[in-house]
């Protein structure tokens, strides 16, 4: 059967997927979780569930590509901002089914990009993680606080418009003040943070990944801000840690 991923892709298979190479962090963990034993491989970034035992290929933006050819996998899963289009493109080259899940900008449309994953290329039925989170996460309570959410530094690099994590605060009371920018990904200098931070922004947002922001690294740049420290797990990975995340970080806020 040839179903389509996300960026209109055929994606070639000629059953449920069995034997997979995942290289993204959330997706191995959504597949793990609703398909146990399933996986073949994943990413040294691939944290989650913290029991799985499988053979790790690389990184997400530099996979080891014969390793995973190696692997033998009936099918890879990749997402088109964490993975580069040349590693894609190889991997369909050598005959491997390649599905690309799109950079989600809300939750909604993420949750349904992984039932699309899990119910066509694995033919599973809709997890009961899924449909808990899509419940958890339907409702975008009213603003409570405007904020800066930095993920790396060195240089500064801040969540702009149309993003996951974006999204995720929002749904939780918290406005983006880069919501409105002309890129996804920001790079302001540290005096304008501190700007927003004096003029429109009340809170400052630190995940611990892909920057591992702690209480003596981040803060210390804007000592006159509110600032809270969250799981950048439950900011930026869509997936099953999504029904925690809405009890984790509405907690985080009112800290």
Request: aromatic share 8%; with cysteine; net charge negative.
């Amino acid at each position: 059967m040839t179903i389509v991923d996300d960026l209109g892709e055929p994606v070639p298979l000629e059953g449920p997927a069995s034997r997979v190479v995942s290289l993204v962090p959330s997706l191995t963990e959504a597949v793990e979780v609703s398909a146990p034993g399933r996986l073949a491989g994943a990413t040294d970034y691939c944290t989650h569930p913290s029991t799985l035992d499988v053979p790790r290929v690389g990184g997400s933006k530099y996979p080891k590509l014969d390793q995973v050819l190696d692997l033998a996998p009936d099918l890879v899963l990749a997402n088109s901002e964490e993975n580069r289009p040349e590693d894609v493109e190889r991997l369909r080259a050598n005959g491997i089914p390649v599905w690309v899940m799109a950079a989600s900008a809300s939750v909604p449309a993420a949750l349904g990009s992984l039932r699309r994953i899990l119910t066509q290329a694995f033919e599973l039925d809709e997890p009961d993680w899924l449909v808990a989170a899509e419940e958890l996460w339907r409702e975008t309570r009213p603003v409570r606080f405007h904020a800066v959410v930095p993920v790396w530094r060195k240089p500064w690099i801040v969540l702009g418009r149309d993003t996951f994590g974006g999204d995720v605060l929002r749904r939780v009371g918290v406005a983006n003040v880069y919501a409105g920018s002309e890129e996804r990904y920001p790079r302001p200098n540290v005096e304008e943070l501190r700007a927003h931070l004096r003029a429109d922004a009340d809170l400052l947002v630190l995940p611990d990944e892909p920057y591992l922001f702690t209480a003596e690294d981040g803060p210390d740049h804007f000592p006159d801000a509110r600032y809270v420290l969250v799981s950048g797990r439950y900011l930026t990975w869509y997936g099953p840690s999504l029904v925690e995340a809405h009890a984790a970080l509405t907690a985080a806020l009112e800290s």
